[in-house]
């Protein structure tokens, strides 16, 4: 008897005829190896174990990205699960806290605060592809997970924990947290932007001193934590220290993320002071430390100069380094923070007997003065100052 035709497809097993009393020549698939039966027996045995009723469970950051992988690669930064556990372990004791997550991105971090043992997450995230995975999350931790499709930039937080969870600002901390693995893009704006609240006690802060946990780039969390003296010293070192204990945690390389960013990541832990160390508005002391580290590497009364206008500007710049007893030869980097409280004291007591002072833009004013120079004509235009050219 002839032998049936072999099939040759790419992925198939090859087929032989094997002899049956009910018909000759049947095709039978050729029998598996043992370790290929163990294999099957495996599968086998977890597809049933998949298929028993029972407490849901949540379904792993591969399994999701498999699920809802995006078309494209994503912006948010995935992480090993043991450097997602660091970052929740940084945050404190989160049993039974209210814990709101910044970009939770495929879930990694979420997966680590919801072991925790949380009692409430919110989770707040821009990329619409996300959605389905942190659903599957929220799916199996019924009634713990709130997602809240929105960019946090412009969401309100005044209304988002239980009222039952507010402290007066001179007690503990609240049992709220905020942890956050986030895109660099926004990282600085949003930082400012909470700072802001800290300093108003709104915002987040409505509830206390709530603390975050927060992913930055190495060179921002290195400016956040700079000293007097340090070449990362920077207007950021100055606006959060002076309201916030903030810890530069640990760095996490590079190569951890998926997709893999150019650079290493800081993860910094900040607690609002109960106490300011600059007691004055936010925007004052805004004010006062931008226009410093205008020419950070410059002697520091270049940088107050901008505070003025034009007509009186040196005699006010010395009038204000006198009175807040700051060298004015000292580089702004080198400014410690009760030279910054003196520097903004006695700005704010000038502002006080001049208010136009506070409204003054420095900026605007070089801005007027370009538009005059351009209304006389290309050739009586003035040269460009220094002033312009450094900024």
């Not at 043991?82 to 039974?96: F, H, T, W, Y």
């Not at 207007?235 to 760095?251: D, G, K, P, W, Y």
Request: proline letters at 9%; charged letters at 25%; a positive charge.
């Amino acid at each position: 008897m002839r032998s049936a035709p072999q099939l040759s497809l790419p992925g198939w097993r090859p087929l032989r005829p094997v002899r049956n009393s009910g018909a000759a020549g049947v095709l039978l698939r050729a029998p598996l190896s043992a370790g290929e039966a163990g294999r099957e027996k495996v599968r086998a045995s977890a597809a049933a174990e998949h298929s028993r009723p029972g407490p849901a469970r949540l379904s792993s950051v591969r399994c999701v990205r498999r699920q809802h992988s995006p078309p494209r690669p994503v912006p948010a930064l995935g992480l090993p699960r043991r450097a997602d556990d660091k970052i929740v372990k940084q945050a404190g004791e989160l049993k039974n806290a209210h814990v709101c997550e910044v970009g939770p991105g495929p879930g990694g971090i979420t997966r680590s605060i919801l072991s925790a043992g949380v009692e409430q997450l919110i989770l707040i995230e821009k990329d619409a592809r996300f959605i389905p995975g942190l659903q599957m999350l929220s799916e199996a931790a019924p009634g713990k997970v709130r997602i809240v499709h929105g960019d946090i930039l412009t969401y309100k937080m005044e209304k988002t924990f239980p009222k039952h969870l507010k402290k007066n600002w001179e007690d503990e901390p609240p049992d709220i947290h905020i942890i956050g693995n986030l895109p660099f893009s926004v990282s600085t704006p949003l930082i400012i932007k909470w700072l802001e609240n800290v300093s108003k006690r709104d915002g987040p802060f409505i509830y206390g001193r709530t603390q975050m946990t927060l992913t930055f780039q190495k060179e921002v969390g290195e400016r956040l934590t700079a000293n007097p003296g340090s070449n990362q010293r920077s207007r950021l070192s100055i606006m959060a220290q002076h309201l916030c204990t903030v810890e530069n945690c640990f760095v996490i390389p590079g190569q951890a993320f998926v997709p893999k960013p150019e650079v290493d990541v800081a993860v910094v832990h900040f607690t609002p002071l109960v106490q300011p160390k600059i007691q004055q508005p936010f925007e004052l002391v805004e004010k006062v430390v931008q226009s410093v580290f205008q020419f950070r590497r410059k002697y520091c009364f270049r940088g107050i100069e901008t505070l003025f206008p034009e007509n009186g500007r040196l005699k006010r710049t010395e009038q204000l380094m006198m009175t807040a007893d700051v060298d004015p030869t000292l580089r702004p980097f080198q400014l410690s923070m009760s030279q910054f409280r003196n520097l903004c004291n006695a700005y704010r007591k000038m502002c006080d007997e001049d208010p136009s002072l506070f409204v003054f833009n420095y900026r605007e004013e070089l801005r007027q003065k370009k538009m005059t120079g351009n209304v006389l004509g290309s050739t009586d235009q003035p040269e460009q100052t220094e002033e312009e050219n450094q900024l």
